[in-house]
């Protein structure tokens, strides 16, 4: 006999904040948002604030268009390799010369070689 299991439900208000925040990274408002990826932006504001749970279409199109990981919803616990941080960074570096990627990996040089000897004392 089969016995169907509640399945567990997904908190997306943690995911409505930091699309949130992403939008504010990249200098879009709601509605420039919501014409990019083809919603109103009175849905945006229901994920962004209530937790509201976007259909997977619009997670996608979310995701994508802010350069957002994923990983740190579905898998909270787990250690992230890539954050939505290091992501919208590394949209960033793809438009930058090599002479500025240059001083970009000097300057991420230094602050590594600080922070180690910062950690050591």
């Known amino acids: 006999m089969f016995v169907k299991q509640q399945a567990e439900r997904i908190n997306f208000k943690p995911f409505g904040q930091a699309i949130k925040s992403a939008g504010e990274k990249k200098g879009l408002t709601r509605k420039e948002l919501a014409a990019q990826i083809r919603i109103s932006p ?3 504001a229901s994920i962004e604030s209530s937790g509201q749970t976007p259909s997977l ?3 996608y199109r979310l995701v994508t268009c802010l350069d957002m ?3 740190q919803f579905f898998f909270p616990e787990k250690v992230i ?4 941080q290091r992501r ?3 949209t960033l570096l793809d438009n930058i010369s090599e002479n500025g990627l240059r001083i970009i990996t000097a300057v991420a040089k230094e602050i590594a ?3 180690q000897k910062n950690s050591l004392k």
């Open 88 to 90: 919208q960074l590394d």
């Open 69 to 71: 990981s994923v990983d």
């Open 81 to 84: 390799a890539k954050t939505t």
């Open 57 to 59: 279409q619009v997670f």
């Open 42 to 44: 009175r849905y945006i």
């Open 113 to 115: 070689d600080t922070e």
